[in-house]
């Protein structure tokens, strides 16, 4: 279905003049607003919700509350939250968590977005409601929630389909470099890689796992314990990029040779991934940041959440770090 930044293209105007005339506001000439609506009109772009905002008396406006400001991790999410948004009428503002509580408890938004660790389940389930629904991305909140919902990416299958393409290259001895332990992702995804041993009868020993934080300096310390044990595994296998790109340096400043003594893989598909030739798993960052608003969208008009959470898949990228 055509989109309001595929009409914004075709008739060379921004988009936010396109959601400017949707809504109807005065600050477009009356040529530009005819062309605009003759190209809605031509590709069957439904222009009724266009001008949809928050109920009466409710904040249009969106919060979308991150805790470490990774550029390239959150820039493809913002984008995708964005464009949904501006497509509805509808403003974002994006904060940290020092200020966003304050934020959520106030009648300054109709709504959050939330990709923050540190707020805690308790605290989400006490601010959200129908002035205030929210969404959050990444995990799952214990416990249903008529005005939460959660968005996540489906970790385990596309896990065990990267282990197992490994096992079939006849990769023997993997190691794990997992990342903060409580959190959704590496619980997911470590399950992935040991079931797939499990399943190939293959026994992993924990004296590979290597605790990491999702940084790139802990898969580089990870990476140098390893080396300190003269003992490599075939494969290391890293719960993100970050830490996957960090054992690599270590690896190299070594002159331990990635492929050939040792394959690594990541998690996540950054651009710094891509460049480096790395073997990941690819997230849909845009498409999750883009559903994760229009599901708050739903819930700021009325619709109730729907039962369990929304599950993004995800594909594996095959590259250089990979024998």
Avoid at 14 to 26: A, D, E, M, Q
Avoid at 28 to 39: A, D
Avoid at 209 to 236: C, F, I, T
Wanted: charged share 25%; aromatic share 8%.
């Amino acid at each position: 279905m055509i989109a309001l930044k595929d009409i914004a293209r075709i008739a060379d105007v921004s988009i936010s003049t396109v959601s400017n005339v949707l809504n109807g506001r005065k600050n477009v000439g009356q040529e530009t607003r005819e062309r605009i609506l003759r190209i809605c009109e031509e590709y069957g772009y439904d222009t009724s919700g266009a001008g949809k905002k928050a109920k009466a008396g409710q904040s249009n406006t969106v919060l979308f509350i991150f805790s470490d400001f990774d550029r390239d991790f959150y820039m493809k999410i913002i984008e995708g939250i964005s464009d949904c948004l501006t497509e509805n009428g509808f403003n974002l503002v994006v904060c940290t968590n020092k200020s966003s509580a304050d934020f959520m408890r106030s009648s300054f938004a109709g709504g959050a977005i939330c990709l923050d660790g540190s707020m805690t389940d308790a605290f989400l389930a006490g601010v959200a409601s129908k002035e205030m629904p929210v969404v959050v991305m990444d995990r799952i909140m214990d416990g249903g929630q008529a005005n939460a919902k959660s968005v996540v990416v489906d970790n385990y299958p596309v896990m065990c389909e990267l282990v197992q393409a490994l096992v079939d290259r006849g990769m023997k001895r993997f190691g794990y470099i997992g990342g903060l332990s409580h959190t959704l992702d590496n619980k997911e995804r470590f399950a992935g890689f040991a079931d797939t041993l499990a399943n190939n009868r293959m026994t992993f020993d924990q004296k590979y796992y290597y605790h990491g934080n999702y940084r790139e300096n802990s898969g580089y310390q990870a990476a140098k314990l390893m080396l300190l044990s003269n003992d490599l595994p075939d494969v290391v296998v890293c719960a993100n990029d970050s830490m996957a790109l960090g054992a690599i340096k270590a690896f190299e400043e070594h002159r331990v040779r990635v492929p050939e003594d040792v394959s690594v893989t990541g998690f996540d598909d950054s651009a710094i991934a891509e460049m480096a030739g790395l073997t990941t798993v690819a997230i849909p960052r845009y498409e999750s940041g883009y559903i994760a608003a229009k599901k708050l969208l739903e819930l700021i008009g009325g619709q109730p959440a729907e039962t369990g959470p929304f599950k993004m898949g995800a594909t594996v990228r095959w590259r250089k770090t990979v024998k």
